[in-house]
């Protein structure tokens, strides 16, 4: 339909780990994806999700020949889906194990799409790995692995559970997510995530915390574009599970907040 939202998706990327034989012509084995689960969750607000491939120096087209300010101006908000860690050299640190050394590359794309949707007005909502690409766009840094540098952490991350590994979270007074969900102090979220944020970003605010550790679990830009951002998969969230979160008001306002700069 003419009026339905058009929803920007940061790609995922999925980088070979071997070689790619040289075949000539059209030939590469590098996949930028859109989760199934992160467009579901969007066509379930009724707009429609539209994934915005990354360019970099390495890509089939020259950076020249695309322009991220286009997809900014001609869609409503920006998701960025989770994924692989950021990477340490995003923030001015080394990785203290090659496992954590993240992905530069999307980094940089992501970065770049962040920044054209917020000069554009546009509405910006992070999620996981998008909460800590955010961070780090406004200069924040992160915490390489939770276990490693805060040893007295709750476990944030297992493998075996993936998203069945729950905890609390305390939703900071006074803050647009507590405005969204009144009444609700604690509730209960899905946990993913090895990495966290260290040091806050210049301009964020912190809307929910892990009572158990203090790591952060949401955040928001003070003034400016609507940017938020979720250290939860709210796309993993049960419709209808009363014992966790529900994320349908959160997104019912970054879709309003999408909505209202078209007017």
């Not at 995922?12 to 996949?31: A, E, K, M, S």
């Not at 950021?86 to 194990?97: H, I, K, M, N, T």
Request: hydrophobic share 40%.
């Amino acid at each position: 339909m003419k009026n339905t939202l058009l929803i920007g998706v940061s790609a995922r990327i999925y980088h070979p780990d071997r070689p790619v034989p040289d075949l000539g012509g059209v030939w590469t084995r590098t996949l930028h994806y859109l989760e199934q689960s992160v467009a579901h969750w969007i066509m379930a607000g009724g707009a429609m999700p539209v994934m915005v491939p990354a360019v970099d120096r390495e890509s089939l087209l020259r950076r020249s020949e695309i322009d991220l300010d286009y997809y900014a101006a001609n869609l409503d908000a920006l998701v960025l889906q989770g994924g692989n860690d950021v990477a340490p050299q995003s923030y001015g640190e080394r990785p203290l194990d090659p496992a954590w050394s993240g992905d530069r590359i999307r980094d940089r794309y992501e970065m770049e799409l962040i920044q054209a949707f917020i000069d554009a007005g546009k509405p910006v909502f992070g999620i996981c790995r998008g909460l800590q690409v955010l961070n780090v766009k406004f200069g924040g840094t992160l915490l390489q692995d939770i276990a490693t540098e805060r040893p007295a952490a709750r476990a944030h991350v297992d493998r075996a559970q993936y998203d069945r590994l729950h905890h609390e979270i305390e939703i900071v007074p006074g803050t647009r997510l507590a405005a969204l969900y009144p009444g609700c102090r604690k509730t209960c979220v899905n946990s993913i995530h090895h990495q966290a944020i260290k040091d806050l970003g210049s301009g964020l605010e912190v809307e929910a915390r892990c009572p158990d550790d203090g790591v952060i679990e949401a955040i928001r830009l003070r003034d400016g574009p609507w940017v938020a951002a979720v250290q939860w998969h709210p796309e993993f969230h049960e419709s209808g599970n009363s014992s966790m979160f529900d994320d349908s008001p959160l997104l019912q306002d970054f879709l309003d907040a999408a909505r209202a700069t078209r007017t």
